[in-house]
């Protein structure tokens, strides 16, 4: 679906503008000063990773940059008693390691999967979806719905119509092909489940796609409460600094190119 080129681009520059690679790649510019005239600057590059994963090593700036996301949108603690659909987008599950062992692998998204076989189990009369194709550079045998075909039989819902959209590799992606998929109408109720911090920018493009979800975010990494901790440990909270800052940035580029109205959507009760 779309060009190629422009995925592969973007999915580069997300990894190259990254926290992790820029600290990386401050440490070695410097070391590589180092061997030049340009000592002092040299080490200024290096001592300034240092001193920002030392900071994050005692300071909770993951979850301060990842809590605004997450506490966007409310959980759904009360499902509406009629529930026309469900929705749940890919990105909880690794194809090429279910490839590699036979059997469905998950990754830390792994609650959209759970959440979605749950509502789905308690709202039979629903219709379901499930969006996610090949979402890394990189394609392997399976795509992301063949692992989500697998794990959601074995999880009891073996024999129910699933819709299968296999060929999306972005939120935008999936949310326009959904709807060519699904044709919702207009005042029926479809629950959007997805991690948490991905819900504003996946809310903003199913809206901007005219379609508009009620969200229920999951799979949070943040407590309601953020205090000075010393765990988790330091290498997780890069990568939860890493994950903060992809979908601040996607939201920053959905919103340059319309694929979102709002920089940061919010609930629709906010909004009446």
């Given amino acids: 679906m779309g060009n190629t080129m422009p995925f592969v681009a973007g999915k580069f520059a997300g990894l190259l503008m990254s926290p992790s690679a820029l600290l990386l790649a401050s ?3 410097g070391l590589g000063l180092l ?12 001592v300034a990773p240092i001193a920002f994963l030392s900071v994050l090593a005692v ?28 929705v749940c987008l890919g990105g909880a599950v690794d194809p090429e390691l279910t490839e590699a062992r036979g059997m469905p692998a998950l990754n830390d998204a792994a609650e959209r999967m759970t959440a979605f076989v749950a509502l789905a ?5 629903a219709r379901l979806a499930f969006t996610g194709g090949f979402g890394r550079v990189f394609r392997g045998g399976l795509a992301e719905t063949d692992v989500a075909r697998m794990l959601f039989d074995r999880l009891g819902l073996a024999g129910r119509p699933i819709i299968y959209e296999r060929n999306s590799r972005t939120t935008w992606e999936n949310a326009r092909a959904l709807v060519a998929l ?10 959007l489940v997805t991690s948490a911090a991905h819900m504003p920018r996946a809310v903003g493009a199913f809206r901007a796609a005219g379609w508009p979800v009620l969200a229920d975010p999951v799979g949070y990494k943040t407590a309601p409460v953020l205090r000075v901790e010393l765990a988790p440990s330091l290498p997780e909270r890069v990568v939860r600094l890493d994950g ?18 709002a920089l940061l959507p919010e609930p629709s009760w906010k909004r009446r």
Avoid at 121 to 125: D, G, I
Avoid at 182 to 191: D, F, K, S, Y
């Fill in 27 to 29: 440490a070695l510019a």
């Fill in 121 to 125: 189990l308690s709202h039979p009369e």
């Fill in 182 to 191: 699904v044709h919702p109408e207009a005042g029926q109720v479809w629950i």
């Fill in 59 to 86: 300071l909770p700036l993951d979850s301060w940059v990842l809590a605004p996301l997450e506490d966007r949108f409310p959980p759904l603690l009360r499902v509406p008693a009629q529930v026309d659909g469900i």
């Fill in 244 to 261: 903060a800052w992809h979908e601040w940035l996607g939201l920053a580029i959905y919103r340059l190119l319309g694929r979102t109205r």
């Fill in 35 to 46: 061997a030049t005239s340009r000592l002092r600057l040299g080490l200024a590059l290096i």
